[in-house]
Structures are given as structure tokens and as C-alpha cells.
């Protein structure tokens, strides 16, 4: 445990998530809260979000406050507001998905004393600038429990969303070589599948897959199409490694962050190579097996989460309060799109609310007179009621 008080500024309660890592939370800090600055925004506004915050921050005497955003909410919290919270604690961004959206939320990573994030090159682009960066596996792994009895049925299976880049292609390239692969999530030939499911099918398959290509959304790679060329390693091989099952994952530079192919993981950088690694770990099962274990084994020395936040946590609080402080900076045409995103969203949040005057004020903002702010707003709006009519 580390003997501190924690306040997570989160823009969501009910991601699952961010349910689970604030768990991990409550048993790491010796007090610790976690506040939707989201809800409390769309349902207050900016000023009474910002006294809540303050209040909430004074009412446990929090030493360390962490904060996260969606790409929906970069708005909600200014820089400025983030920035002026340091003379009261230790402030630390916690990003997740930083391999696609590090551009915007950079400009709030420099009000804090720290960052911790999944994007190690944005990690070292920090520390250029001078501000203490950690990269961090943020993933939590699925329960164990006793599958000692589980054949290993499945040859080759995928769970995850199909509908991102490259992986279509990669299952048909084996199938089209005699290998069978089965697929579940998101856009897969076998459908969604429940968690207890997908645990079940980890320990039924030979060789689970994971996939590292991103899918920015377009309006990020209209700024910065090279987006798309980062990996990103995603959760599956920690929770693999974390229950003991063997990985092959598809290679990016990431990936050796983490693990060593050959040793804690499988990898394959193309189609006919993952032909030839798909073969080459059936016919040996002593080598797949000494693989998950020698993963298991990492898992529990280095890369549990508990783990990870408690080494990286303590030696913030060391070390952070000696960072300076910088003016902090922001502009550049995604930022302002950003901020257009999240306040379209909260027009249309005021307006279903019936207040016309918070409706307003969330037109009439510094980026106003921009056309990046009024195309994001637009978008914003748009995204919006295209969710709310696929639930409905």
C-alpha cells in the first residue's frame, strides 16, 4: 500500500474498465476516490465541476490526484484549471490509448507532474520536454480458476473486435493454407461472447492471437495520418500471460517492451510468416507451453497492475514535486477540433436537459471564432446522436 490519498478524475464511472482499475486503486492508496468529472460537467458546468473537484480534494487531504481523459471530454477540465491544481498535490495524467490521441492530450500532460501511459515513444517525447513520464501496461487481467480439466480443443482462435485493420486478412491468409481458425467479438463469424466464455476459450486454444495495428478515427489522421502506422499491444497478452496460455501477437516495437519473442511471447510481422509461426508452435507443444509459463512467470514478478501502479506511484510521489512548472501552451488545429468535439456533445446533453443558457454558454468558448472548433462541434453533435439512435 502506498500511504497516500488519491482522487481519479475519470470521464466515466460505468466503463468497466476504469471500474476495475479503481478497484486496484482503493487497495493501493491509503484513501482514495474516484470522481466522474464527465457527469459532473454535462449535469453542472465548468465552474461547479472545478469547486467539486477542489472540495473533494480537500475533504480526504489528497497527496496525489490522477487524472484521465476520452477524446469526448477534453474540454470538461482546462490545462490551465489541471496546472493550477499542483500547488495543492501531485497531479499525474493517466492515459490510455495515447498510441492514437497523444497530440491532444499532450497539451494537458504538461500541467502535470508526472504521466503514466500505454504510448512509450509519447512517454519519451515527454521526457524531452522535462516532464517525468512512465509507460504502463494499463490492463487487468480475467480471474483464474480451475481449468486443469479443459481440453485443448481449438487449434487457433481470435476474441476481439474484427472490424479493425488487418485482421480479416490475417484469418483468411490461414484458412487459406488449411488452418481453422476461430473467430468471436465484435464483427466475428461466431458472435460476442461473455467473459467466463472467453476465459473457457483461452484455455481450449493452442494459440491465442493478438493483434497490435490501430484504428485512429478520421478525424485524428486528417491532421496526423501517421497514426496509423503505430502498434499498439492492447490487453490480450497480459491477460494470456496472466493465466498462463500461450500468445502469438502480431510484432510492433512495443511489443518487445514488454516481452521477448521466443521467450514470453510468439511473434509473426506478416501474412506468410504468421503461416510459419502458426505452424512451427502446433508442432511443438513443450515450446508453447514453456512460453506461458516463462509469461506467467513475468506477469507475477513485473507486470501484474498492482504491481506496475505501485512501483510507478511510489516513485512519483519521490520524486515529482522537484518538476518545474512551465507555462502551459495550447493550440494547433486537432487540439481546437478536440475541444469542438467535447463541447458539441455537451450542447446536446443541455439541450435534451431543457437549458438553453447552458446550451450557449457551450457555443460561446475562447475557440469560437475557429473553423477547426465549429467543424469538431459539428461532429461532436453529430457522433452523438448517431450513438443515442444505434442504443435506441
Same mark, same amino acid.
Given at each position: 500500500?502506498?500511504?497516500?490519498?488519491?482522487?481519479?478524475?475519470?470521464?466515466?464511472?460505468?466503463?468497466?474498465?476504469?471500474? $476495475?482499475?479503481?478497484?486496484?486503486?482503493?487497495?493501493?492508496?491509503?484513501?482514495?476516490?474516484?470522481?466522474?468529472?464527465?457527469?459532473?460537467?454535462?449535469?453542472?458546468?465548468?465552474?461547479?465541476?472545478?469547486?467539486?473537484?477542489?472540495?473533494?480534494?480537500?475533504?480526504?487531504?489528497?497527496?496525489?490526484? %490522477?487524472?484521465?481523459?476520452?477524446?469526448?471530454?477534453?474540454?470538461?477540465?482546462?490545462?490551465? +484549471? &489541471?496546472?493550477?491544481?499542483?500547488?495543492?498535490?501531485?497531479?499525474?495524467?493517466?492515459?490510455?490509448?495515447?498510441?492514437?490521441?497523444?497530440?491532444?492530450?499532450?497539451?494537458?500532460?504538461?500541467?502535470?507532474? #508526472?504521466?503514466?501511459?500505454?504510448? %512509450?515513444?509519447?512517454?519519451?517525447?515527454?521526457? $524531452?520536454?522535462? %516532464?517525468?513520464?512512465?509507460? =504502463?501496461?494499463?490492463?487487468?487481467?480475467?480471474? #483464474?480458476?480451475?481449468?486443469? #480439466?479443459?481440453?485443448?480443443?481449438?487449434?487457433?482462435?481470435?476474441?476481439?473486435?474484427?472490424? !479493425?485493420?488487418?485482421?480479416?486478412?490475417?484469418?483468411?491468409?490461414?484458412?487459406?493454407?488449411?488452418?481453422?481458425?476461430?473467430?468471436?467479438?465484435?464483427?466475428?463469424?461466431?458472435?460476442?461472447?461473455?467473459? @467466463?466464455?472467453?476465459? =473457457?476459450?483461452?484455455?481450449?486454444?493452442?494459440?491465442?492471437?493478438?493483434?497490435?495495428?490501430?484504428?485512429?478515427?478520421?478525424?485524428?489522421?486528417?491532421?496526423?495520418?501517421?497514426?496509423?502506422?503505430?502498434? $499498439?499491444?492492447? @490487453?490480450?497478452?497480459?491477460?494470456?500471460?496472466?493465466?498462463?496460455?500461450?500468445?502469438?501477437?502480431?510484432?510492433?516495437?512495443?511489443?518487445?517492451?514488454? +516481452?521477448?519473442?521466443?521467450?514470453?511471447?510468439?511473434?509473426?510481422?506478416?501474412?506468410?510468416? *504468421?503461416?510459419?509461426?502458426?505452424? /512451427?508452435?502446433?508442432?511443438?507443444?513443450?515450446?508453447?507451453?514453456?512460453?506461458?509459463?516463462? #509469461?506467467?512467470?513475468?506477469?507475477?514478478?513485473?507486470? =501484474?497492475?498492482?504491481?506496475?501502479?505501485? /512501483?510507478?506511484?511510489? $516513485?512519483?510521489?519521490?520524486?515529482?514535486?522537484?518538476?518545474?512548472?512551465?507555462?502551459?501552451?495550447?493550440?494547433?488545429?486537432?487540439?481546437?477540433?478536440?475541444?469542438?468535439?467535447?463541447?458539441?456533445?455537451?450542447? *446536446?446533453? =443541455?439541450?435534451?436537459?431543457?437549458?438553453?443558457?447552458?446550451?450557449?454558454?457551450? %457555443? &460561446?468558448?475562447?475557440?469560437?471564432?475557429? +473553423?477547426?472548433?465549429? /467543424?469538431?462541434?459539428?461532429?461532436?453533435? !453529430?457522433?452523438?446522436?448517431?450513438?443515442?439512435?444505434?442504443?435506441?
Amino acid at each position: 500500500m502506498i500511504a497516500a490519498n488519491a482522487i481519479w478524475l475519470i470521464p466515466g464511472l460505468e466503463h468497466p474498465v476504469f471500474n $476495475q482499475c479503481a478497484a486496484v486503486f482503493s487497495e493501493l492508496f491509503a484513501r482514495f476516490e474516484a470522481l466522474d468529472y464527465r457527469a459532473a460537467y454535462l449535469a453542472e458546468g465548468q465552474r461547479s465541476l472545478e469547486k467539486r473537484i477542489v472540495s473533494a480534494m480537500d475533504g480526504i487531504d489528497a497527496g496525489l490526484l %490522477i487524472y484521465t481523459q476520452f477524446p469526448s471530454s477534453y474540454s470538461y477540465i482546462s490545462p490551465h +484549471f &489541471l496546472a493550477s491544481l499542483r500547488r495543492r498535490c501531485v497531479v499525474v495524467g493517466l492515459g490510455w490509448d495515447d498510441e492514437m490521441y497523444f497530440e491532444q492530450a499532450k497539451f494537458f500532460y504538461q500541467s502535470c507532474n #508526472a504521466v503514466v501511459t500505454t504510448d %512509450i515513444a509519447g512517454a519519451e517525447w515527454l521526457k $524531452q520536454i522535462g %516532464i517525468p513520464a512512465h509507460a =504502463a501496461a494499463l490492463q487487468l487481467a480475467p480471474l #483464474a480458476r480451475n481449468t486443469s #480439466a479443459v481440453p485443448e480443443d481449438i487449434p487457433v482462435s481470435f476474441v476481439g473486435d474484427m472490424t !479493425k485493420p488487418g485482421r480479416r486478412k490475417y484469418v483468411a491468409h490461414l484458412e487459406s493454407h488449411g488452418i481453422s481458425v476461430k473467430d468471436y467479438g465484435t464483427g466475428s463469424r461466431n458472435g460476442r461472447v461473455s467473459d @467466463s466464455d472467453v476465459l =473457457a476459450l483461452f484455455f481450449r486454444t493452442k494459440i491465442n492471437l493478438n493483434f497490435t495495428r490501430t484504428n485512429p478515427p478520421g478525424w485524428v489522421l486528417r491532421h496526423d495520418p501517421l497514426r496509423a502506422r503505430f502498434g $499498439q499491444i492492447k @490487453s490480450r497478452p497480459f491477460e494470456l500471460a496472466a493465466v498462463s496460455r500461450f500468445c502469438l501477437c502480431e510484432w510492433a516495437p512495443c511489443v518487445e517492451y514488454w +516481452f521477448d519473442d521466443g521467450t514470453t511471447i510468439g511473434t509473426f510481422r506478416n501474412l506468410d510468416d *504468421l503461416v510459419h509461426q502458426v505452424q /512451427r508452435y502446433l508442432r511443438d507443444d513443450d515450446l508453447r507451453l514453456r512460453i506461458a509459463a516463462s #509469461a506467467h512467470k513475468r506477469y507475477k514478478s513485473e507486470l =501484474a497492475p498492482e504491481i506496475q501502479f505501485e /512501483r510507478i506511484f511510489s $516513485q512519483i510521489l519521490a520524486d515529482s514535486r522537484d518538476v518545474a512548472a512551465h507555462p502551459v501552451s495550447v493550440g494547433g488545429i486537432l487540439f481546437i477540433e478536440s475541444m469542438g468535439r467535447s463541447r458539441g456533445i455537451a450542447f *446536446l446533453h =443541455a439541450l435534451h436537459r431543457g437549458s438553453l443558457l447552458r446550451a450557449l454558454g457551450e %457555443i &460561446l468558448t475562447t475557440w469560437s471564432g475557429s +473553423f477547426s472548433y465549429w /467543424r469538431g462541434f459539428l461532429a461532436g453533435i !453529430k457522433d452523438a446522436l448517431i450513438t443515442r439512435f444505434r442504443r435506441a
